[in-house]
């Protein structure tokens, strides 16, 4: 048995960021699959390990279950400090955690599962709404990020020359963009970045179609 058991969905894009983080730290673990579409994840025993009803979370055994990928990570990264996912210094780790939490609270959050679900049942959002929806979301946010990646402190990857928890949200966002149409031509940077991160191992075998639920 390893240590770890990841609670996730393979399409989800916060999944993908834990699976990346993991796969990164050389990090063995047990997949369990909760497919959203039927509710898994709002099954009773999911909820006795994720009161939030969300993927995903990470068991540790005997230990705890940690929910909230970026809670997650920072976990890893604390545990487990190679190869580091955040930097040493103050100002660098700020950085690096705006520069996620752009995605990881200004863009995944409003175009969630639930949300969109919410503009449909409550306020008889259509299909080309649900769209437009998704879509603004992402520009919002990917134009800020897009920008701050011109900042001096961005090397091959969003903070300097290796790979980190930046990375690991943009590329999340870059995948889950495309169940939508969206024009990338606008963000060079993000998209250098993306293909950065595909030629990382760790990366490509935490995409959804590598997953044993992947459909
Ligand atoms: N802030 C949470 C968000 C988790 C989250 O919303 N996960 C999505 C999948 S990417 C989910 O479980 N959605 C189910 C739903 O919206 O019903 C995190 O970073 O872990």
Same mark, same amino acid.
Request: proline residues 6%.
């Given at each position: 048995?390893?240590?770890?058991i990841l609670h996730n969905?393979?399409? $989800?894009?916060?999944?993908?960021?834990?699976?990346?983080?993991?796969?990164?730290?050389?990090?063995?673990?047990?997949?369990q699959?909760y497919?959203?579409?039927?509710?898994?994840?709002? $099954?009773?025993?999911y909820?006795?390990l994720n009161?939030?009803?969300?993927v995903p979370a990470l068991e540790?055994?005997?230990?705890?279950v940690? $929910?909230?990928?970026?809670?997650?990570?920072?976990?890893?990264?604390?545990?487990?400090?190679?190869?580091?996912?955040?930097?040493?210094?103050?100002?660098?780790?700020?950085? =690096?955690?705006?520069?996620?939490?752009?995605?990881?609270?200004?863009?995944?959050?409003?175009?969630?599962?639930?949300?969109?679900?919410?503009?449909?049942?409550?306020?008889?959002?259509?299909?080309?709404?649900?769209?437009?929806?998704?879509?603004?979301?992402?520009? &919002?946010?990917? $134009?800020?990020? &897009?920008?701050?990646?011109? &900042?001096? &402190?961005?090397?091959?990857?969003?903070?300097?020359?290796?790979?980190?928890?930046? %990375?690991?949200?943009?590329?999340?966002? =870059?995948?889950?963009?495309?169940?939508? %149409?969206?024009?990338?031509?606008?963000?060079?940077?993000?998209?250098?970045?993306?293909?950065?991160?595909?030629?990382?191992?760790?990366?490509?075998?935490?995409?959804?179609?590598?997953?044993?639920?992947?459909?």
């Amino acid at each position: 048995m390893t240590e770890y058991i990841l609670h996730n969905y393979f399409r $989800s894009s916060t999944s993908v960021r834990v699976r990346v983080a993991l796969n990164l730290k050389g990090l063995d673990y047990d997949y369990q699959a909760y497919a959203l579409l039927p509710n898994a994840h709002k $099954s009773e025993a999911y909820l006795r390990l994720n009161p939030q009803g969300l993927v995903p979370a990470l068991e540790i055994s005997d230990t705890a279950v940690l $929910s909230q990928s970026l809670a997650i990570i920072e976990y890893l990264d604390e545990t487990q400090p190679e190869p580091p996912l955040l930097p040493q210094d103050p100002l660098g780790r700020a950085r =690096v955690r705006a520069l996620s939490q752009i995605i990881g609270c200004d863009i995944h959050p409003l175009n969630n599962l639930r949300v969109l679900r919410k503009l449909k049942s409550g306020f008889n959002a259509d299909q080309d709404a649900i769209t437009d929806w998704f879509v603004h979301w992402v520009h &919002e946010g990917f $134009s800020a990020l &897009e920008q701050r990646l011109q &900042e001096s &402190e961005t090397g091959k990857f969003c903070h300097g020359d290796t790979a980190g928890m930046a %990375d690991i949200c943009l590329f999340a966002q =870059v995948l889950n963009n495309a169940r939508f %149409d969206i024009d990338m031509g606008a963000y060079p940077i993000i998209m250098r970045i993306h293909n950065m991160c595909l030629d990382i191992d760790a990366f490509v075998q935490a995409m959804p179609a590598h997953q044993p639920d992947s459909i």
